[in-house]
């Protein structure tokens, strides 16, 4: 049914149509909106689930790894600096191989404390082992979290949905909310083989020694690569049902024989796209959104980039004294190709900084007349800062 | 739904598989069985072969808790030695449903695992074991939310008074005075300078319905205070006094007999509290002066330094915090009493006399 | 080489796979030590065992063990001075366990239930035969011994009941006749025994005409012939001596009445004999003894060899003891006695460590009586087998009651003249038989005595202060001649008093170590058991850390070095 929501309480009614037998959360801006959707829809007695309330987000990603592990559905949110304390979890989660689902509604990281959005919080993670699904609008958010339960519970591996806060979470668009048979039939009921059982009283969490570990931890990259035709596959079989899909690793967007390419994740595909369908060039020019960032669609990436002259990465976070992330990750995975695109990369809406329809031009400007730095801040504007600290 | 019943059912099978079977005949030992562990006539939640040190008063005070808590239970346990020495992959010494996720958040993994057992309407009860660094110190945060959020899940922390796993560092539980590694007596120091933290009065403000201190040397009383914790519906609290042999400086063989001292002379009082008050106290017979504890300790080897006068001043201190105990939960009895800490241990031919 | 699990997980139980017991350098080991009442017991009675069968319930099995190194019980419950108290370990905890009213009370039981004794052996008519001469407590007991071995047992006895001291010469007040005649008659209802009274050795039948019908012979003569006594060879016209005056009354209840005697001797004849008179109106009543008192000043080997509850009960009704003291003179007016001087007189080592008596210049003191009673010992009377011990006072046997010149014969009781108590000649009976088995056999006797736990092999924690059972006895006022003096225990104070046994040096089954073993090392088999038995190490975990060793209450379990 299509309805106009706020893109929290979308995510909320997502979530409760998966049944989750236990949600943790603790609150943190832009998360809110979520938990406390979710906790409505508790009180007024919509969804049955074991809603705690925890004193951190610490606690939040333990009880549900806690909760996941005792074999029940497990769901939690969380932003920033929520993500931050519960780094030390998510990776022993991924680690675990616990199955679960996380929404990161993406904000920058402080200091300077700062409430608004970029993707640095879950680009710190994407180290963690988690699966990160990248969503470009609301509808995707939905979608993408329904996915993300039935891709976790058959890879065994934890999957992060991240969307935007604010631009994502905060915002009203009009939502197709799947209906919850259709949901049932797509998402089976919650089993964990490995789940704690005192009728089969295994140990989780063992101490590894050298002996074991590199094969533990290879064990976990080959799960991570194998996720990818799972990731392809949940999206295919949400279309089947549901008539939509989300692009399964990555969605494309122009035309197919462009020479310049623009790759980006989250909401900026949107603006992008609206900046394109405005902007009037002879050029010819793709859109790419890099909806799954982890486990890494090298193969995906290498055909869609296929007969690309000039790449620009535009990314909402950065790793200060190297550059951008994904783009240092594409150009990595670039230097095996046959004839790989130049590559430019461009941090901008960082800290929620506003990206106007005109962002689309102006990165063709640039590229056009080779102003565009390998790495820039490319919004950053330097004349207000001292000379010495530009 | 009849829960005793299915209660009962499910006692049944688990004993099945991990222990004895009820109601049936004890093996004849003039014909053994070929496995005689398999027929022990009772749980065993920890099994043998795990690599605790010699002596080891935490791995007997987790294999008496597990045996008292077991089978229908599963444990979150926070990093430290006992999930080390019972954990090196492959192998585990467990026999029930174990769990570890990192050192702070026993308390917050038990508080998902209670809340998604109580989503599938089971009854099985979930344990959290944590050590003092864990408890005391790290994990104290997820376990002041666990007790808060009211979570029906026994935590146990076995207190050992310092970072053990680590190489003997001292926690908020190290005893004042006490050498660690970190806490190094020395021409300015004389050992911790601090004191070991009240934390059974901290978790009690939490107005939980039940929590205790007990002491490795009397195991009945360990049983006693699991069962209890057992049958309360809701967040409830051990601190069982652990010796580490290793970090305490004594022989392993003598890890009962220092404990039992540690409760005796009144530095470690086995209480019993609800909702905030204390409601009952392990009542010492004839109290044991405190030096007798310290000296058969090398951690507390400074203090019986001759020609330091700071030896004797932490000495007295030592025994006038024994004192205070003794006074404010009123542990003195004029009269003997059977479960006291002179009579609490007694036994007889057939076990236990009390 | 296991698959690696996902995410690392482990399966219950698989640390069986690390077998620990690798790195043991200590051992654990279970070790039956003898417990000192078993030690100081002349009759060879294991009380810890027995006491150990009332803890579980099992009062026939205790008697049963009981009756395997004493078919007396409810006798030497009552006539022993019970050196296992004295020995007991309890002792220095609280107080003594009352064993002997415990024996008694199981003694009593057998009879009162009709329990038989377990034996050993069935007898057949082609079993070897053995005499035994003298029905009292050694040739009783080693009778019985020999029966239960599987021997035929010709019994004789030169008078017409059996019993010989326990009938002539102990008071009802001691040992009630009945339960004397109910332990001897379970004794005869033996198959393969045979008693002979009114044999006299070399009266009625001749010693070599024993040896040559039977494999061995055990001599039970007793000491039945008065020493003579006189000092410094005075000696009064009236002499009796003490053993004749019992028996005198034991038989026709005739005692004299002086207005004062003093008694001469420290055993328990001598007591009997003080407590007789007094009771028969006697007003002052001394015994004037060599030995001491029991006290902390006292050495054990120096006490007065009387049944402790004897010595109190003859405090109690006002018999007057001068111990350490001897008679250096007596004072006669004429014929007529009127005093003995005494002096004061110790055992001490001399030269050679043997002990001598030395008496101390300056403490004569004179004593008026109007009667002097050497009590001092007797001697054996030899008549009929003369050949075997010559002139000699008593037997020189080994302690198995061997004579090396006469191979086949064996000796036992107050004929050795080392012995002196009931119990002691029991003991002797059991060794004897023993030994007679061996000779017979043609094996080597062996004797392997446990080594004996010392109190601080105990673990006392373990152990609650608990008084000692009071048993009632009659006031002295109302005490005659023919009621027992000490009263009965009930079926729960005897269970109770059990209770306080702290089994020394064997297993209590009380689960120590098995509930402290950090490791699961310490298999349990089953729930009850008196010998430890069912407690197993399981030395391929066991790391040898030796907290059973310090926790178990008993001194049971021992570490030693890994080999």
């Not at chain 1, 236990?22 to 829809?41: D, F, M, R, W």
């Not at chain 2, 599963?74 to 492959?90: D, K, Q, R, Y």
């Not at chain 3, 004493?70 to 220095?92: D, F, K, L, S, Y």
């Not at chain 3, 054990?300 to 109690?316: H, I």
Request: aromatic share 6%.
């Amino acid at each position: 049914m299509r309805q106009a929501l706020e893109g929290s309480l979308a995510v909320a009614k997502a979530v409760a149509l998966c049944r989750p037998g236990v949600v943790a959360a603790y609150p943190i801006t832009p998360q809110t909106h979520i938990v406390e959707n979710i906790s409505k829809l508790v009180a007024d007695g919509d969804l049955e689930t074991e809603l705690v309330s925890v004193e951190s987000e610490f606690s939040a990603a333990s009880v549900v790894l806690g909760a996941a592990a005792a074999g029940s559905r497990a769901y939690t949110a969380s932003s920033s600096q929520g993500i931050m304390l519960m780094a030390e979890v998510l990776f022993n989660i991924a680690g675990l191989r616990v199955p679960m689902v996380l929404t990161c509604a993406n904000r920058a990281i402080g200091a300077p404390l700062n409430i608004w959005n970029d993707q640095s919080d879950s680009m710190a993670m994407r180290d963690s082992g988690w699966i990160q699904l990248y969503c470009a609008d609301n509808q995707e958010a939905v979608d993408s979290l329904i996915q993300a339960y039935r891709i976790s519970e058959r890879t065994e591996l934890p999957v992060m949905v991240c969307m935007d806060g604010f631009i994502l979470t905060h915002t009203l668009e009009v939502i197709d909310i799947p209906e919850q048979d259709k949901v049932d039939r797509y998402l089976p009921p919650f089993a964990f083989d490995r789940r704690l059982d005192p009728s089969d009283p295994i140990s989780l969490g063992a101490l590894v020694t050298p002996e074991f570990f590199s094969e533990v931890k290879h064990s976990q990259h080959a799960a991570m690569q194998k996720a990818l035709p799972d990731i392809v596959d949940a999206d295919k079989e949400f279309k089947k049902l549901f008539g939509r899909d989300c692009g399964g690793l990555l969605a494309e967007h122009g035309d197919e024989e462009a020479t310049v390419a623009i790759l980006t994740l989250g909401s900026i595909y949107g603006t992008l796209r609206a900046g394109m369908e405005a902007h009037k060039s002879r050029k010819k020019v793709k859109l790419i959104h890099l909806r799954c960032f982890r486990p890494f669609p090298e193969e995906v990436l290498m055909a869609a980039l296929d007969g690309v002259k000039d790449l620009i990465v535009v990314e909402r976070a950065l790793s200060p004294g190297l550059g951008g992330i994904v783009g240092t990750e594409i150009r990595a995975v670039l230097s095996t190709a046959r004839k790989p695109p130049r590559v430019h990369n461009v941090a901008i809406g960082l800290g929620g900084r506003d990206v106007p329809l005109d962002m689309f031009s102006r990165l063709l400007e640039a590229l056009k007349n080779g102003s565009i730095a390998e790495f820039s801040v490319f919004d950053a504007d330097l004349s207000r800062l001292p000379e010495e600290d530009r | 739904m009849a829960p005793n019943a299915s209660k009962i059912e499910r006692l049944k099978e688990l004993r099945d598989k991990h222990g004895r079977t009820d109601g049936s005949v004890l093996p004849d030992p003039a014909d053994p069985p070929k496995d005689l562990r398999q027929a022990q006539p009772r749980f065993r939640g920890l099994e043998a072969g795990h690599r605790a040190c010699q002596g080891c008063g935490e791995a007997l005070a987790a294999r008496l808790v597990t045996e008292a808590a077991g089978p229908d239970v599963m444990i979150s346990n926070a990093t430290g030695c006992l999930e080390v020495f019972t954990t090196p992959w492959p192998q585990s010494a467990w026999r029930v449903p174990w769990i570890h996720s990192l050192f702070e958040n026993a308390a917050a993994v038990a508080s998902g695992m209670e809340a998604a057992l109580k989503a599938q309407g089971k009854s099985t009860k979930v344990l959290a074991f944590g050590g003092d660094g864990g408890t005391f110190d790290i994990g104290f945060q997820a376990l002041s939310g666990m007790l808060e959020r009211e979570h029906n899940v026994l935590y146990v922390c076995f207190d050992n008074e310092a970072y053990m796993n680590t190489g003997i560092q001292r926690s908020g539980s190290t005893p004042h005075a006490a050498r660690t590694t970190t806490s190094p007596p020395g021409k300015a120091r004389m050992g911790k300078r601090h004191l070991k933290k009240d934390l059974l009065s901290i978790i009690s403000a939490h107005h939980i319905p039940y929590g205790a201190s007990t002491s490795v040397a009397y195991p009945a009383d360990i049983r006693r205070k699991v069962r209890r914790a057992m049958e309360i519906q809701g967040p409830t609290f051990l601190l069982v006094h652990s010796p580490c042999p290793l970090g305490w400086g004594h022989d392993g063989a003598l890890t009962i007999e220092i404990a039992r001292l540690a409760v005796q002379s009144g530095l470690f009082p086995l209480v019993e509290m609800e909702r905030g008050e204390v409601t009952d106290v392990m009542p010492i017979r004839k109290p044991v002066p405190v030096a007798n504890y310290l000296k058969a300790q090398q951690r507390f080897r400074h203090l019986f330094a001759p020609d330091d006068p700071r030896a004797l001043q932490e000495r007295e201190h030592l025994q006038a915090l024994a004192d205070y105990n003794i006074e404010i939960y009123g542990l003195y009895s004029e009269e003997a009493d059977p479960l006291d800490t002179d009579g609490a241990d007694t036994v007889r031919r057939g076990g236990l006399a009390n | 080489m296991a698959a690696i699990t996902r995410g690392a997980y482990a399966r219950p139980g698989t640390s069986l796979a690390f077998k620990t017991g690798t790195w043991r350098v200590e051992i654990p080991y279970h070790k039956h030590w003898a417990a000192p009442c078993h030690a100081a017991c002349p009759a060879g009675e294991d009380q810890q065992a027995w006491l150990a069968k009332i803890q579980e319930g099992k009062l026939h099995e205790a008697w049963n063990e009981l009756v395997t190194a004493n078919p007396m019980p409810a006798i030497t419950g009552r006539v022993c001075p019970h050196p296992c108290e004295q020995a007991c370990n309890r002792g220095i905890y609280d107080a003594p366990i009352a064993i002997h009213n415990i024996e008694r009370f199981l003694g009593d039981e057998a009879i009162r239930l009709g329990w038989n004794y377990p034996l050993l052996r069935p007898t057949t008519p082609e079993s070897p035969a053995v005499a035994v001469v003298g029905a009292g407590p050694s040739g009783l007991s080693a009778a019985y011994h020999l029966v239960r071995r599987g021997f035929r047992v010709n019994l004789f006895d030169a008078l017409p009941e059996a019993g010989g001291l326990l009938r002539s010469a102990i008071p009802m007040t001691r040992l009630p006749r009945e339960v004397l005649d109910s332990e001897i008659q379970r004794i005869f209802s033996l198959d393969g025994l045979r008693f002979h009274p009114r044999h006299r050795l070399g009266r009625d039948v001749s010693l070599s005409e024993l040896q040559s019908d039977h494999a061995a012979v055990f001599m039970g003569p007793g000491a039945e012939r008065s020493k003579a006594w006189d000092v410094d060879g005075a000696v009064p016209a009236d002499l009796h001596q003490g053993l004749h005056l019992i028996k005198e009354w034991v038989d026709h209840g005739e005692i004299p009445t002086p207005k004062s005697v003093a008694i001469h001797g420290g055993g328990n004849t001598a007591v009997d004999l003080a407590r007789i008179m007094k009771r028969r109106g006697v007003e002052e009543v001394y015994v004037i003894t060599a030995s001491g008192l029991p006290g902390p000043g006292t050495a054990p080997d120096d006490v007065l060899n009387v049944v402790p509850r004897e010595l109190e009960e003859a405090l109690e009704e006002g018999v007057v003891f001068f111990p350490h003291r001897t008679i250096q003179r007596l004072i006669m007016r004429g014929s007529k006695m009127i005093g003995v001087e005494m002096v004061h007189l110790k055992k001490l080592p001399g030269k050679g460590g043997r002990k001598s008596r030395v008496s101390f210049q300056g403490t004569e003191r004179v004593l008026n009586v109007d009667m002097v009673i050497p009590s001092i010992g007797e001697a054996v009377d030899s008549a009929g087998f003369e050949n075997l011990i010559g002139n000699a006072n008593y037997f020189r046997p080994d302690d198995w009651g061997r004579l090396a010149e006469h191979p086949g014969v064996f000796v036992g009781g107050d004929a050795r003249g080392d012995r002196g108590t009931v119990s002691a000649a029991i003991g002797d009976g059991c060794k004897a038989a023993m030994a007679i088995q061996a000779h017979v056999e043609q094996t080597e006797v062996i004797d392997a005595p446990r080594e004996t736990v010392g109190y601080e092999s105990l673990n006392v924690n373990y152990f609650e202060p608990k008084p000692r059972a009071y048993v009632a006895k009659i006031p002295v006022p109302e005490r005659d001649d023919f009621t027992e003096i000490e009263q009965d225990m009930i079926y729960a104070q005897v269970v109770e008093e059990a209770g306080r046994c702290m089994s020394c040096g064997n297993c209590l089954a009380c689960d120590n170590c098995w509930t402290f073993c950090p490791d699961n090392a310490v298999i349990k088999t089953r729930d009850v058991c008196s010998d430890g038995s069912h407690y197993l190490f399981d030395y391929e975990f066991c790391k040898g850390c030796g907290l059973c060793a310090t926790e178990c209450p008993c001194g049971f379990i021992l570490m030693r070095p890994q080999d």
